[in-house]
C-alpha cells in the first residue's frame, strides 16, 4: 500500500508581494543616494549595504518560515526575547556603549555592524502580546485585572526607547499593542479609554520639549516656518509636487540634492514621488495595502487564538509602520522619524521585517492547504 506524504504550502502572496516591495524598494534607495558617490566613491555603497540586510533578512526568513510558529508560545522563549529586548535597549542609551547620531542614541555596535535593538523590540512585544493574550483570553472583560496588565510590558519598552529619544517607534509599539487587544476582543469603552490615555501621553510628550513642540505646530503650515522645523515637510511636499502625474523619471528627481533631508531613510516615500509620481505613489500605497490584506487573511484562516493573534500582530506592525511614514511624508501625519518598510535604508529593520514575514509564513504554512503526494508519483 502506498504512503501519502502530506506537505503544506506557505502563502505565496505574501512573499510575491514582499518581493515586490524589496524591489521597488532597492530601486529607490539608488535613486535616493547614487549622487554621494563624491563622499564614498561608491554610488552602489547604500544599495550593497541594504542588500546585505536583505540577505541576511533572507536567510532568517526561510529558516523562520519552517520553525513552528507555537514555539514562540513558550514562556522560557517569550522571557528569553523579552530579556535580550530589554537589555539591549538598557545598553543603548548608556553614554559610550549607544552610538548617537544626530543628537539621537539609537544604534549599537557589534562585531563592527551597527544595530538598532528597537526593530528587535517592536517583534518581542508582538510575540509577548500574542501569548500573553491568548492564555488571559478570560480576563479581557476586566480593564485593570485583565486589560491593563497586559500593557506593562509595551509600556516599559515604550519608556526605554524615550530615552533614545525615539516618540515614533516607541509610539508604533503602544498603538500595535492596543490594535492586537482590538483583534484579542476587548470590549470597545476599554478599547476607547486606551486610545484617549494614548493620545494623552502622546500630546503631553511632544509638547513637553520646546523643539518637539515647534515641529508639532510647524505642521499645521511648513511652509511658513521653511527656514526652522517646517524644512523637512516643505522639502518633501515640494518633491512630491515636483513629481505630477507620473514623475520625473528614475534618478531625475533634485530633492535629494541636499535639499530634502534623509531621502535614503525617513523621506525615501518623496523620492517615490518625485521620480514616478502620483502613479508611482498610489502603486506603493497599494502594494502596502495588498500586503496588508494577504497578512491579516493568514491571521483569519489560522486554526488556533495565539497563531491568529501572533499574524495578525506582525502585520499591524508593518501595515502600522508604513502608515504613519507615509502620513509624515505627505502632511497628513505630524514629522516625526520613521522608516518605510521594505524601502528605507536599514539594515536592522530589514532584517527583522523579514525575519516576521517568516514567521508569518510559517502560520500560513500551518493552516494552508495540504498537498497530498503519494509515493512512485500515483494516486491509490
Given at each position: ?237 515640494i518633491a512630491l ?36 509620481g502620483l502613479a ?82 510559517n502560520i500560513s ?16
Amino acid at each position: 500500500m502506498e504512503k501519502a506524504q502530506v506537505r503544506r504550502t506557505c502563502d505565496k502572496t505574501v512573499v510575491l508581494l514582499m518581493v515586490l516591495l524589496l524591489v521597488l524598494g532597492l530601486i529607490t534607495l539608488f535613486s535616493a543616494t547614487y549622487y554621494q558617490r563624491t563622499a564614498s566613491g561608491d554610488p552602489l555603497s547604500a544599495v550593497k549595504k541594504q542588500l546585505f540586510g536583505v540577505l541576511l533578512g533572507a536567510a532568517c526568513c526561510v529558516v523562520l518560515s519552517n520553525v513552528p510558529y507555537r514555539t514562540y508560545r513558550n514562556p522560557k522563549v517569550m522571557l528569553a526575547l523579552l530579556g535580550a529586548s530589554a537589555l539591549l535597549l538598557i545598553l543603548v542609551i548608556i553614554p559610550g556603549i549607544g552610538v548617537s547620531i544626530n543628537g539621537s542614541r539609537r544604534w549599537l555596535n557589534l562585531f563592527g555592524l551597527s544595530m538598532q535593538p528597537s526593530e528587535f523590540a517592536k517583534y518581542a512585544m508582538v510575540i509577548f502580546m500574542a501569548g500573553a493574550l491568548d492564555r488571559r483570553s478570560d480576563q479581557l472583560g476586566s480593564l485593570f485585572g485583565g486589560v491593563v496588565p497586559l500593557l506593562l510590558v509595551p509600556g516599559v519598552m515604550f519608556l526605554l526607547i524615550l530615552e533614545q529619544p525615539n516618540l515614533s517607534t516607541g509610539g508604533s509599539i503602544l498603538i500595535c499593542a492596543l490594535l492586537m487587544l482590538f483583534a484579542a476582543g476587548i470590549r470597545k469603552r476599554h478599547m476607547a479609554l486606551l486610545s484617549v490615555c494614548g493620545l494623552c501621553v502622546g500630546a503631553f510628550y511632544a509638547w513637553s520639549a520646546p523643539y518637539r513642540r515647534e515641529r508639532l505646530l510647524s505642521f499645521r503650515d511648513p511652509f511658513a516656518k521653511m527656514s526652522d522645523e517646517g524644512y523637512q515637510l516643505s522639502q518633501s511636499l515640494i518633491a512630491l509636487g515636483s513629481g505630477g502625474l507620473f514623475g520625473m523619471g528614475l534618478g531625475q528627481g533634485k530633492q535629494k540634492f541636499a535639499y530634502l533631508p534623509y531621502p535614503e531613510s525617513d523621506f525615501i516615500f518623496a523620492i517615490v514621488g518625485e521620480d514616478f509620481g502620483l502613479a508611482g505613489c498610489t502603486a506603493v500605497i497599494l502594494l502596502f495595502a495588498a500586503f496588508v490584506f494577504a497578512g491579516l487573511r493568514v491571521a483569519l484562516s489560522c486554526r488556533d487564538r495565539y497563531g491568529c493573534l501572533l499574524a495578525a500582530g506582525i502585520t499591524s506592525m508593518i501595515g502600522l509602520q508604513a502608515f504613519i511614514n507615509m502620513g509624515v511624508v505627505t502632511g497628513i501625519l505630524p514629522t516625526t522619524g520613521l522608516p518605510l518598510p521594505f524601502f528605507s535604508a536599514g539594515g536592522t529593520s530589514i532584517t527583522m521585517m523579514m525575519a516576521a514575514v517568516g514567521i508569518l509564513l510559517n502560520i500560513s504554512r500551518e493552516s494552508g492547504r495540504a498537498i497530498v503526494k503519494h509515493a512512485g508519483g500515483k494516486r491509490p
